[in-house]
């Protein structure tokens, strides 16, 4: 798994490569964290443009961040996710908390 955040013009972009599942989950879930509590921003987007596969783990480290961020009425878009990580997003309902953007 390959994780890069960049914030610039007031959106934060996590980009995530390879597969989000139980074995780095973790990892990502406190990288997100540690950049969200040193930066402003007023959007923030999830790029799974280069995720395969994603858990229901998964799932929930995009649930938590939701909480988190909903507090800070920071709203959360979900960018190029495809094939089996579209499914499951669709599936779990999450499009109707995080808005699915192109």
């Known amino acids: 798994m390959r994780l890069q955040i960049t914030n610039s013009s007031d959106c ?7 597969e989000l599942d139980e074995g780095c989950v973790r990892e990502v ?3 997100i964290d540690g950049f969200i509590a040193v930066n402003d921003f007023s959007r923030f987007v999830f790029d799974f443009s280069g995720l395969s596969f994603m858990d229901s783990t998964g ?3 995009l ?3 939701y909480k988190q961020l909903k507090q800070r009425n920071v709203p959360i878009y979900i960018s190029n996710a495809r094939g089996h990580v579209d499914f ?3 599936t779990a309902g999450i499009y109707t908390i995080m808005k699915k953007i192109s």
Do not use: C, T
Request: net charge positive; glycine share 16%; aromatic share 0%.
């Open 59 to 61: 799932i929930g480290m």
């Open 12 to 18: 934060a972009v996590a980009k995530l490569d390879g």
């Open 88 to 90: 499951i997003l669709s």
């Open 29 to 31: 879930r406190e990288k």
């Open 63 to 65: 649930l938590g961040r």
